[in-house]
């Protein structure tokens, strides 16, 4: 049987040649998605923001302006509609009662699923959650939190495992899938809640994934060609993971293109997020964190100098037994 190969053996694309339209190009889209998020802001599900979420569905399309005429009219808090997913799904918030608790809550639930109705016959309630400002709080804390510490703990990881070099490319590239993971979800205003926090942190693994097998090509070719120019030598690095990178990329995106289009609308946002953080790392790793070592200063005779030392440790141990202390 004839194996499949997404890329032909001995290629040699020039990576490197294209690092300063790659990092214009970087820089410009960081740019727009912390402007545009900024401005538009994100779409924050009822886990952030606390609340009674509501999810509609209806047998034809309806006019929002219907839905939230009927709502009004029920006196239960100012509402916020939106379509979701298709123009026959809305997702209706509405504040939370100041007392009664979980009780009141469901009375306002029951209390709108019988007005609905009764305005729009065959309309079902797909589900509802209900978040207290309290908990939706510590959710974002603890969210932000998580993310952070993951983004830095990886850094520093990289940076004692290779050179500091390394680690700073590590941090910048993990930045620009989050930053273009927020932008995209300001420019769609698909709905940001804790399942997207989930597809963060995955994109963020999946990134140091495979900026780690290059990272590491990287090192053995520093250590191998010590004499070789840093460009190309970082091409040659990127060329010979090419093949698993292109592999394991499409092979993953075909799972995710099975869940975007039979997994429902629930998991749109999460599969949204999955994909587009395959394609931004996949960009990322390749011509960004890899091409910044150069303009950072790596060299392989700084790995050359690192192994001397080491070399030197080594022999240093083999010349005697240890003194412990044991002899008078």
């Not at 999810?55 to 509609?81: C, K, M, N, W, Y």
């Not at 509405?94 to 065959?122: C, D, S, Y």
């Not at 440790?313 to 005697?320: K, N, P, V």
């Amino acid at each position: 049987m004839k194996l499949l190969k997404l890329v032909p053996d001995h290629t040699n694309i020039g990576f490197v040649k294209l690092r300063h339209w790659a990092f214009a190009l970087t820089a410009l889209l960081t740019v727009l998605a912390v402007g545009t998020t900024a401005y538009r802001g994100l779409n924050l599900g009822v886990d952030f923001v606390g609340g009674l979420m509501i999810e509609a569905r209806f047998p034809q399309a309806v006019e929002t302006d219907r839905v939230r005429s009927t709502i009004a009219a029920l006196d239960v808090g100012e509402s916020s509609l939106q379509q979701f997913g298709d123009p026959n799904t809305v997702q209706i918030r509405l504040p939370l009662p100041e007392q009664g608790g979980a009780g009141a809550a469901n009375a306002i639930v029951e209390k709108t699923r019988n007005a609905m109705t009764a305005q729009f016959p065959g309309v079902t309630f797909s589900r509802y959650d209900t978040v207290s400002g309290k908990v939706s709080g510590e959710l974002i804390q603890n969210g932000v939190l998580a993310v952070l510490l993951a983004v830095i703990g990886i850094a520093v990881f990289s940076w004692f495992r290779y050179e500091w070099q390394f680690g700073v490319s590590t941090f910048v590239a993990i930045m620009h899938d989050l930053l273009m993971t927020l932008g995209f979800f300001a420019v769609t205003q698909l709905e940001f809640d804790l399942n997207i926090v989930a597809a963060v942190l995955t994109i963020v693994g999946y990134s140091i994934n495979d900026k780690m097998v290059i990272d590491d090509r990287i090192r053995e070719n520093m250590r191998k060609y010590r004499k070789m120019d840093m460009k190309a030598l970082i091409d040659l690095s990127v060329n010979e993971t090419l093949p698993r990178t292109v592999m394991t990329s499409v092979t993953i995106m075909l799972a995710l293109g099975a869940l975007l289009f039979f997994g429902g609308h629930v998991l749109r946002g999460f599969t949204a997020a999955m994909m587009l953080g395959i394609v931004v790392g996949t960009y990322s790793s390749v011509y960004v964190s890899s091409s910044l070592l150069i303009t950072l200063g790596l060299s392989p005779q700084v790995s050359e100098r690192k192994a001397a030392k080491t070399n030197i440790a080594d022999r240093a141990e083999r010349t005697g037994p240890r003194d412990d202390g044991a002899r008078p």
